[in-house]
């Protein structure tokens, strides 16, 4: 038994971080027992413990417990957790965690050139030690970018710091322990970048749209054996000289000259600079780090002449090269996702010109970009015509967090699916969810962010990164009385959309519902308040109570869905107001929820009352009195058989699949219905159905794009045409992660793993297999720790299950098509093998729809044999036709196939099994 993990705010060991709040949880592994009998928590400033700052004990949330504690500026604090379980072993583990400056004044100064040289600045000051040093901490930010150096070693390793805000509400500082860097005679300067702050930035490609000068503020602070402190802090002694980079900004790439004398014409005083020092704020956002190593592929040479650099996958991040060239020499590297015609192309980029320059100055060097990012699979290299395939590295970036999910399954296309959405996550979770990494974009949209983050929540432990994107939420919130931004930073702009705006209930409740803290929960509890009670007093101010539609404000609605007014409609069509009541609905029963675990008595009973109206309200306008939707589209049903917004739910399962029906078995949904589609399918007892639209491999379908060599998910369900060509829509990404988010089906029902409550201390393991996977294997690596679930189909027939349950967890286990009785179990590893109810090697029957079957050619054939009727009937059978079933064509009685027919068919169907 052993603690394996502590966190703090979701985060092991922070340095130089917001506690505010302050949440502690672990995990722990290997327990002989099966429950925590008890648990203690205690705080010390000295790792010894001889003075203990705070202490609980008893049955303590391992989940999350809220520490109240007065934390001082610049101090280690040790924390020391010992559990106990029911069979008395025990685990103690001792941790820590290090305060930033808190609310302590600034004794540095904001500094930064006297004057645009027309190169990116360093600035820098000299500094001797000589005595021996105890430690030594770098609390330092700049603006737009910066990079430390000590000694000509860059301090830390992380990039593009001090990562994307709202600059004018505050800046991170970040926290560096820099005690190895330190020596008799030291440098320390800081490199300075463009980045969101004065770069090219937002929808419209401002210029410094939050200001148009360089600066830095830091505090070295060197603590010796003696006890004695001493500051090194940027004032007017500091100096400046130019750099090598030239050009650099988030859309548009770098510009580096290695033949500039970096030193000529440049050399200064820095300024001291009259800016705001009470907006700056230990960090919240987690590191943002240079991840996996990607080798070149293939070396592609166009038919234009091109050199073309593919590295197989779609990411976000740079390159890096060894750079052995004769001085004045130019490599030009520009990036795209995809090729037409076997040429280079990034015309989907817009006004992004996406471009790393490095002009050589004769010596070798190992070379990357400092202050920009690229997405891309491909690079046309310029200059270097015989780059090979050794010299260059492709170097992934993304916010530095835990993978927490593991999926693999025998069907190949949906494994590429499930890296496809992975790697979504990955390119586009840069300290905030972007919407995509290529394009001169790169926002982050809210109502992407929602859609995918219980997907995201199971791919990854995204607690500390949507608690920075909350933190940006509640900051533009405060800015617009309520409202929620469509994206952040908000640069100005308004918000109050649906589904969008209801990022600020929808994703605290994924982490509430996939973490389990209540303690951590609170913290987002005014963010939420505040966004219903906005739309609240919006609906009020139209319709003279808060109980109204939603109605009379600028909605998305189902954005991009394929059921618009025309193909490329940028909304689908379903009523907007009655997307965004329905949402609005949720969003008070959220609240109203959560303030009822958070013991706001009085809070929950309004919200849970109005949220009551709301609904009521919603079954009057749209509703017949026989329970039947007016809106029908795949998205309205959807939507209310997600939230629960009917009076029964049967009628609206049974118009979902006549509305299927006639759309011919294809998904019609946008950003609203698609990213939930087969997981309320699965919900309501659909799961065979759910499979169908997951496995769909044409236009629109899922696994469209993986066969088109999609290595992530794009933005639109054909962004890229049958033929290879790019759709020419305005608004066309390749790495788009919304509709990555059926992972969550693949994780909670091919899988079976869901949480039953919040967080994963109780469980349901139900996995629904299916033919076409043939095989699943999933360990989700929850807080509670690991789950797993695994299912094989047997050559005989028989299944196969594995389930994993966590230490001081319960599960309740239904295995699939079995009549054995749902078993309660705790802690443990179980398996069964067993004879299911189902034929589960089976692949067709008569409810198989024959569009399927006739994709299987040897099936097909086989089919065509049984009757001459049924072979008539297929042969001049039409789209709409080719979507019935054996059994719907049987009971046409001017088709001339007969049941007995059927009978033969079913017979000779059934004897078609899967193959392991």
């Known amino acids: 038994m052993q603690i394996a993990k502590i966190w703090f705010n979701g985060v092991e060991e922070p340095l130089g971080y917001h506690f505010t709040p302050l949440i502690v949880s672990w995990l722990v592994e290997g327990a002989a027992g099966e429950m925590q009998a008890s648990a203690s928590l205690q705080i010390s400033a000295d790792p010894d413990f001889t003075e203990i700052l705070y202490g609980r004990a008893g049955d303590l949330d391992s989940l999350g417990v809220a520490v109240e504690l007065d934390l001082q500026p610049r101090t280690t604090y040790f924390v020391r957790i010992d559990v106990y379980s029911d069979q008395g072993s025990h685990a103690q583990a001792v941790s820590r965690f290090e305060t930033g400056k808190l609310a302590e004044p600034w004794e540095a100064e904001w500094i930064g050139p006297q004057a645009d040289s027309g190169v990116h600045p360093r600035l820098l000051t000299d500094f001797a030690v000589h005595k021996p040093l105890a430690r030594a901490r770098l609390y330092i930010t700049g603006l737009g970018l910066y990079e430390a150096y000590l000694n000509g070693e860059k301090v830390g390793d992380e990039v593009l710091t001090p990562l994307v805000n709202n600059y004018d509400a505050f800046i991170q500082v970040q926290t560096y322990d820099v005690t190895r860097q330190i020596g008799g005679q030291n440098e320390l300067s800081i490199l300075l970048g463009n980045g969101w702050y004065k ?44 750099s090598s980079i030239i050009e650099s900004g988030i859309y548009d790439g770098e510009l580096i000259d290695r033949t500039i004398d970096v030193n000529a014409d440049t050399e200064g005083q820095a300024d001291i600079l009259p800016m705001d020092k009470s907006k700056l704020m230990d960090r919240i ?98 200059g270097w015509d015989s780059v090979t395939k050794e010299d260059v590295l492709g170097r992934a970036i993304y916010s530095d967090l835990e993978r927490t999910g593991y999926v693999e399954t025998g069907n190949a296309k949906l494994n590429q699916l499930y890296s496809n959405s992975l790697w979504g996550l990955k390119s586009n979770f840069l300290d905030m969810p972007t919407d995509c990494p290529q394009r001169a974009e790169r926002l982050g949209w809210t ?84 966004w219903v009670d906005y739309l609240g007093f919006r609906i009020e101010d139209k319709h003279g109570t808060r109980a109204g539609l939603n109605d009379g404000s600028f909605q998305f609605g189902d954005w991009l869905a394929l059921d618009g007014a025309t193909p490329s409609s940028f909304k689908g069509g379903t009523d907007d107001t009655y997307i965004a009541t329905v949402y609005y609905y949720e969003s008070l029963r959220i609240v109203g929820d959560l303030s009822g675990k958070l013991g706001r008595a009085e809070e929950a009973e309004h919200y849970s009352r109005l949220a009551g109206a709301v609904k009521e309200k919603l079954l009057f306008e749209y509703y017949t009195p026989a329970g039947r939707l007016s809106v029908d589209t ?11 917004v009917c009076t029964d739910k049967q009628v609206i399962i049974n118009q979902l699949k006549n509305r299927i029906k006639r759309d ?17 399918l699965a919900e309501n007892g659909m799961a065979d159905l759910a499979y169908d639209f997951l496995l769909q491999e044409d236009f629109p379908g899922w696994l469209y794009a993986v066969n088109l060599g999609a290595t992530t998910i ?14 020419p829509a305005g608004m066309n990404s390749l790495n788009h992660y919304s509709y990555g988010a059926v992972m969550e089906f693949v994780y909670e029902y091919a899988a079976g793993i869901r949480p039953d409550g919040n967080g994963f201390r109780k469980l349901l393991l139900a996995p629904q297999p299916h033919a076409r996977l043939g095989r699943l294997s999933c360990r989700y690596k929850s807080t509670a720790g690991t789950v797993g679930s695994s299912w094989s189909i047997l050559d005989d027939g028989q299944i196969h299950c594995r389930f994993e349950v966590p230490f001081n967890a319960e599960a309740t286990i239904i295995l699939p ?58 042969r001049h059978a039409d789209e709409e036709q080719l979507n019935m079933t054996i059994r719907e064509i049987s009971g046409l009685f001017f088709t001339g196939v007969t049941q007995e027919a059927a009978s033969r068919a079913a017979l000779l169907l059934s004897g078609l099994k899967l193959s392991n």
């Open 199 to 242: 770069g090219r930035f937002g929808l419209q490609g401002e210029q410094a749209y939050f200001g148009s000068r360089f600066a830095a503020i830091a505090e070295l602070i060197l603590t010796f054996t003696d006890g004695e402190e001493r500051k090194i802090t940027t004032d007017q002694s500091w100096h400046c000289t130019g």
């Open 285 to 382: 956002s987690p590191p943002l780090r240079l991840q996996e190593m990607l080798p070149v592929q293939k070396v592609l040479h166009s038919p234009a002449g091109e050199t073309i650099l593919d590295f197989g996958q779609n990411f976000a991040g740079w390159l890096e090269f060894t750079a052995d060239f004769p001085a004045g020499h130019t490599v030009r590297f520009e990036f795209g996702e995809i090729l037409q015609n076997d040429r280079f192309y990034n015309d989907n980029y817009g006004t992004a010109t996406a471009g790393f320059t490095y002009i050589s100055g004769g010596s070798r060097e190992t070379v990357t970009p400092h202050f920009t990012y690229f997405g891309f699979r491909y690079v046309r290299v310029t």
């Open 447 to 530: 109502g992407d962010a929602q859609v995918f983050a219980p997907a995201a929540s199971y791919h990854m432990d995204t607690r500390a990164f949507y608690r920075k994107y909350l933190f940006d939420m509640r900051t533009e919130q405060l800015k617009l009385g309520g409202s929620i931004p469509n994206y952040m930073p908000a640069m100005g702009t308004g918000g109050g959309a649906s589904v969008w705006g209801d990022a600020a209930t929808l994703i605290p409740a994924t982490l509430l519902k996939n973490y389990g803290s209540v303690a951590e929960a609170a913290q987002y509890y005014p963010l939420m308040k505040d």
């Open 634 to 644: 795949q998205s309205a049903y959807i939507i209310a058989l997600k939230f629960a």
């Open 664 to 680: 011919l078995y294809k998904i019609r949904c946008g950003f609203v219905g698609a990213p939930i589609f087969c997981q309320v």
């Open 714 to 727: 794009w933005e639109r369900w054909n962004s890229v045409l049958p033929d290879g060509s790019m759709n």
């Open 817 to 874: 098509y079995s009549d054995q009785e749902p078993v309660n179990v705790t802690s443990g590893i179980y398996e069964y093998t067993y004879q299911p109810q189902k034929d589960l090697r089976t692949i067709y029957d008569l409810d198989t729809r024959v569009i399927h079957i006739k994709k299987d050619e040897a099936a097909f054939e086989q089919l065509l044999t049984v009757d001459e009727a049924l072979t008539r009937f297929i």
